[in-house]
């Protein structure tokens, strides 16, 4: 069987209303991961790209053939560690919080982990599917048939999310096989870009041109829309390659190291952890 990766790209926008980018995101062969942060004080971009770093350590720092629900799972323990150890550090980023969506290759196939109401889409041929389920308070009225998707829009807690990395608590992540083949097209983006722009118009833009092309495009959607949040695209197209690669593509919050609580920690524990299996 021939090994699947991704060929990846990465788009992060402040936005034409926020004063600083939140959001993280991390694209590469082997991971496709989007963190929209919040939380008052600077601190949303600290847990955006705190946690987007610690997952991408993790990966970075995995062995081949380790189990990816298992590598994804640890990833998100730690980084909840990681975010109440910042919080010990610097008590004015109480609060602070980030959804989660990461997209593992590890040669044998996907695994998606998520939290919270960045969403990941596959498109394949043109067929646009959700393969996320927001955390929100909205989407559990939905599934207990109390509001219909038409009543979302003008929602008074439309922006309620339910579940997300925190410092607080322990987070429930959803962590998924999925299947993928060669010439479908993933996007992961954060609420910037599906608050503003509709499906029909995102399945038009992302099924153009080359990954690059198409996350610039939904980028510069979600501004043409008004831009009124932070706004991350990751695509890829799955291909077929060596996931196993050590350059990735940082943009957001992620960009800037003053953002991390810690930047040589996950890497460090990471690397410990893959030396001592060997
Ligand atoms: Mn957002």
Redesign the pocket.
């Given at each position: 069987m021939p090994m699947l990766r991704f060929r990846p790209a990465a788009r992060s926008d402040r936005g034409l209303v926020r004063a600083n980018n939140?959001?993280s995101g991390y694209a590469s062969a082997g991971l496709l991961l989007v963190a929209?942060g919040v939380g008052g004080n600077a601190a949303g971009e600290v847990a955006s790209a705190s946690v987007a770093h610690v997952v991408a350590s993790f990966v970075l720092g995995s062995r081949e053939r380790q189990d990816p629900v298992a590598l994804l799972s640890d990833a998100v323990g730690y980084a909840f560690a990681h975010l109440s150890d910042g919080v010990r550090r610097d008590p004015a980023r109480a609060g602070m919080a980030t959804t989660l969506t990461a997209l593992l290759a590890d040669g044998d196939g996907f695994t998606l982990a998520h939290v919270g109401d960045s969403r990941g889409y596959l498109l394949r041929g043109p067929v646009l599917r959700q393969l996320t389920r927001d955390d929100t308070l909205v989407q559990e009225l939905i599934d207990e048939g109390r509001i219909t998707r038409q009543d979302v829009a003008s929602h008074p807690y439309r922006s309620v999310v339910v579940r997300s990395v925190a410092a607080e608590s322990p987070p429930v992540v959803s962590i998924v096989r999925v299947e993928l083949e060669p010439g479908d097209r993933v996007l992961l983006c954060?609420?910037?870009l599906t608050?503003l722009v509709p499906d029909d118009l995102i399945v038009r833009l992302l099924d153009d041109g080359s990954p690059t092309t198409a996350a610039q495009r939904l980028v510069d959607a979600a501004l043409a829309a008004g831009g009124r949040?932070?706004v991350t695209c990751i695509v890829g197209d799955v291909d077929d390659g060596n996931p196993h690669v050590r350059n990735g593509h940082l943009v957001g919050a992620h960009q800037n190291p003053v953002n991390l609580i810690d930047p040589a920690a996950a890497l460090a524990y990471s690397l410990e952890r893959g030396a001592t299996v060997e």
């Open positions: 939140e959001d929209d954060s609420d910037g608050d949040d932070n």
